[in-house]
């Protein structure tokens, strides 16, 4: 695995590095040392498939309250999402800016999110699946989120939006 930095301290691009032969190719998505070595959190407790039939669904934006942070792994397994994360973390100098990159099945590029970020995403293609895994289990006592449309972030969403829940559509206005 190859760890890119971004401009947020703990947010990584991360690249699969692959051993091909007349098979195909070989890639490790995962290793606990491997994080632990750059100080990310290794702990594996949940996985989650998102699946989204229609181009331009947005799912997002999501966190969990404190004592349930989590830091996620996120990897688009098929077709292709606008992944978009917004720095939460009041002491960080990127508090309340926003980064997005594309994954999808072609680049098989992940995005480790560490404690303290928004997630969202909006599906490029018509029947796209993220794959993510957590550190924490799901807490629905803790779960918020922040509009997909705030005016505070200025999120730019590359397609209309065409489909997103109700509960995402009603989130009021963080407070920066």
């Known amino acids: 695995m190859i760890f890119r930095e971004t401009p947020f301290i703990g947010l990584y691009l991360i690249e699969l590095e692959h051993i091909e032969d007349e098979r195909g190719y070989f890639a490790r998505t995962f290793c606990s040392e491997e994080f632990s070595m750059r100080g990310l959190n290794p702990d594996i407790i949940q996985c989650n498939l ?41 002491a960080s100098a ?62 730019t969403w590359p397609l209309p939006c065409t489909v997103i829940s109700i509960k995402d559509q009603n989130y009021s206005d963080y407070a920066l």
Request: aromatic letters at 14%; glycine letters at 6%.
């Open 50 to 90: 998102s699946y989204n039939r229609k181009r331009g669904t947005i799912r997002g934006m999501h966190y969990q309250l404190s004592p349930h942070e989590e830091a996620k792994l996120v990897r688009c397994i098929r077709g292709a999402v606008y992944d978009v994360v917004i720095d939460l973390r009041p």
């Open 94 to 155: 990127t508090y309340g800016e926003w980064y997005a990159i594309e994954l999808n099945e072609q680049n098989r590029k992940m995005l480790y999110i560490p404690e303290g970020f928004a997630h969202g995403f909006q599906s490029l293609q018509d029947d796209t699946e993220v794959f993510y895994q957590m550190s924490r289990s799901y807490a629905a006592e803790a779960a918020s989120g922040i509009r997909w449309n705030d005016p505070s972030f200025q999120i």
